[in-house]
């Protein structure tokens, strides 16, 4: 079984930057993709980035030109960075693991609050 612990949640003003970690209890070798989503109170979960296995990145709208994600294989660690907050960034952002079209991690979820 597969952990993953979140953290670099808290609380920021708007126009800040914040860095979230995401690191496995152990490394996986059949990895598909390394997301992360967010879930804000009375809203659907939404996909915010992605990474592949081949390195290919894709990122929501509404986050392009501010967020990145980035893997460290050596650390089984994969982080999103935040940048230029927006209060409506305002969610629990949790960090994904798709290894097959039916097994997934997910990690435990870190709040982010952006104030205006």
């Known amino acids: 079984q597969v952990q993953l612990v979140e953290s670099g949640g808290g609380l920021v003003q708007a126009g800040g930057s914040l860095r979230l970690s995401c690191a496995a209890s152990?490394?996986?070798?059949?990895?598909?993709?390394m997301n992360w989503y967010r879930q804000a109170p009375g809203k659907q979960r939404e996909l915010v980035a992605s990474?592949?296995?081949?390195?290919?990145?894709n990122y929501a709208d509404s986050v392009k030109g501010r967020f990145a994600i980035s893997r460290d294989n050596a650390k089984s660690t994969m982080y999103l960075q935040m940048n230029s907050l927006k209060p409506e960034d305002t969610a629990t952002y949790y960090c994904?693991?798709?290894?097959?079209?039916?097994?997934?991690?997910w990690g435990q979820g870190t709040q982010v609050t952006v104030s205006s």
């Open positions: 994904n693991l798709r290894v097959t079209a039916l097994l997934e991690f």
């Open positions: 152990r490394s996986i070798f059949s990895i598909r993709a």
């Open positions: 990474i592949s296995t081949d390195g290919s990145i």
